[in-house]
């Protein structure tokens, strides 16, 4: 017999048919197999706009406009503020604060605040402040008569007359003249093109009569020499939708009269009839 043995194959030795079994090897490629593949470039991107996106703060909305004030508001702002200080309200030096910033003020909402803490004046209205009686009649329909284009911009009486009444548009601004002569310019069933009309006057040894309803305010600028420009009627609070009326010029031996009226055929707040004085 012979003393040669079998040779045992080698485990450290890689098969030619296979994979190596060894230990380390195996131990390697099992996590690479099981590793998850990593998300996509384009993926992580998206994500990131997502994020950015929802961490950004939103946008606050565009702020409403404010009514811009006019020279006549600061005026009558103004006037309040000296009558305060004749009253004892203010002293020399909050006057003079107040009325620098009232001539610096460009909205209502700049000029409420210098009157907010005084007692509003009987008969008058200042800026922003709500009315304090009940509205007059046809007061509601304001916001639907303000808009559109003037029926006419002049008239002129020269030893005769002119007259404007019922249903017209008040364009922006609107000239009277009258020699010699008279017009009458009825604002209490008309339309207004702008929420402010100017209307100059001009009366030479003549007379100028413009009518306007409860609500409306009026501001009367006009000069006379030998002569007036006149504001009767009742006088009412203006309604804050309501036109202003803006009445300038000059009557030379004439006169021009602003008079509030009711429009015909209304009723009085209350429904009771005026009683006549004695």
């Known amino acids: 017999m012979s003393d040669e043995r079998p040779q045992k194959p080698s485990l450290d030795k890689p098969s030619p048919d296979g994979p190596s079994l060894d230990g380390p090897s195996l131990?390697?490629?099992?996590?690479?197999?099981?590793?998850?593949?990593?998300p996509s470039p384009e993926k992580v991107a998206l994500e990131k706009v997502a994020l950015e996106k929802a961490a950004a703060p939103a946008r606050p909305e565009a702020a409403v406009p404010a009514m811009r004030a006019s020279d006549a508001d600061r005026e009558q702002v103004v006037e309040r503020l000296r009558d305060a200080v004749a009253e004892g309200r203010l002293d020399m030096?909050?006057?003079g604060e107040r009325l620098e910033a009232a001539y610096a003020s460009r909205?209502?909402?700049?000029?409420?605040?210098?009157?907010?803490?005084?007692?509003p004046v009987p008969g008058s209205a200042l800026p922003g402040a709500a009315p304090a009686t009940a509205p007059a009649p046809g007061a509601a329909a304001w916001p639907g008569r303000i808009g559109g284009s003037g029926t006419s911009s002049t008239a002129v009486a020269v030893m005769s007359g002119f007259q404007r009444k019922?249903?017209?548009v008040v364009p922006a601004r609107f000239n009277a003249v009258a020699v010699w002569g008279g017009g009458e310019l009825d604002l209490r069933e008309a339309d207004f093109a702008e929420r402010e009309v100017v209307i100059t006057c001009v009366a030479i040894m003549g007379g100028i009569q413009i009518t306007v309803p409860p609500g409306v305010q009026v501001d009367?600028?006009?000069?006379?020499?030998?002569?007036?420009?006149d504001h009767s009627?009742?006088?009412?609070?203006?309604?804050?939708?309501?036109?202003?009326?803006?009445?300038?010029?000059?009557?030379?031996?004439?006169g021009v009269e602003v008079r509030t009226k009711a429009p015909k055929g209304s009723k009085p707040l209350g429904g009771d009839k005026p009683r006549k004085e004695l």
């Open 166 to 168: 019922g249903r017209w």
């Open 93 to 95: 030096e909050e006057f």
């Open 107 to 119: 909205t209502y909402a700049e000029l409420e605040p210098l009157t907010r803490d005084l007692p």
């Open 220 to 229: 009367v600028r006009g000069i006379g020499v030998m002569g007036a420009f």
């Open 27 to 38: 131990e390697k490629a099992a996590p690479e197999a099981a590793a998850p593949a990593g």
């Open 233 to 254: 009627g009742t006088q009412t609070v203006a309604h804050p939708d309501a036109p202003r009326v803006i009445v300038n010029g000059l009557a030379f031996w004439g």
